[in-house]
């Protein structure tokens, strides 16, 4: 477990550096199995090392690691219980912190929006660390990779630790944008028969995807 720990730890600073993890606030957690290392309460996580990181059971029972895990460790074990993520992040970003304190959802402008799932719930507000909290962001990420916590922050998760840090970080482009766009006037919102048709033409090009030159 100690390669899963040291990427954790690194996705940690990664966001850090990114301006979506500031201080001891927000969590990071990456599965393998039965097992789950999550970075440990109280951490700054800017400078988190493989040693901040705990390594717990789905039971949440610690395994590995001399810290004790996030308070948000029902939150993560709970979307994990819920499907195939190999990977959570929480975080307390700006902008989509921001937009969790005014908005029920985060509507989609940009097409980019699609590859989490299209229109971003807004999980009721509960407080941190709690049952309730866990279950709202449960019920908010369903069919979803994102979903905004009102007036707390937001959870992305991914089918890998990579990819739960990329939809965290297209998450708050995404926030900061609506915000840019709310400044000039009312948001032009993409229909759902605009959504459908860059769904089709992903598909059909293979967007997103690096590939080689045609001959």
């Known amino acids: 477990m100690n390669q899963l720990r040291a990427a954790v730890a690194a996705a940690s600073r990664r966001l850090a550096d990114a301006g979506l993890l500031v201080g001891t606030a927000g969590n ?3 599965r393998a199995g039965d097992l789950v290392a999550i970075t440990a309460t109280g951490v700054p996580l800017g400078a988190c090392t493989p040693d901040d990181v705990t390594v717990v059971d789905l039971d949440g029972t610690v395994v590995e690691g001399a810290l004790a895990p996030t308070s948000e460790l ?3 074990l709970g979307v994990y219980a819920d499907g195939p993520a190999a990977a959570v992040v929480h975080t307390h970003a700006p902008f989509a912190t921001a937009v969790a304190c005014v908005l029920d959802t985060l509507p989609v402008l ?3 929006q699609l590859t989490l799932g299209g ?4 999980a009721p507000y509960a407080t941190f660390g709690t049952a309730e909290l866990a279950a709202a962001v449960r019920t908010a990420l369903a069919g979803r990779s994102a979903a905004l916590l009102a007036n707390h922050g937001s959870v992305t998760l991914g089918g890998s630790l990579d990819q739960a840090v990329e939809n965290a970080l297209l998450l708050e482009w995404l926030c900061q944008l609506h915000h840019r766009a709310s400044a ?3 948001p032009r919102v993409l229909t759902e028969e605009q959504q459908l ?3 089709r033409a992903a598909l ?3 967007y997103g995807s690096p590939k080689g030159l045609r001959e």
């Open 119 to 122: 229109e971003v719930r807004v």
């Open 197 to 199: 048709d860059v769904i």
């Open 184 to 186: 000039l006037g009312t």
């Open 110 to 112: 940009h097409y980019q």
């Open 28 to 30: 990071v957690s990456a």
């Open 204 to 206: 059909e090009r293979g």
């Open 74 to 76: 029902s939150l993560h």
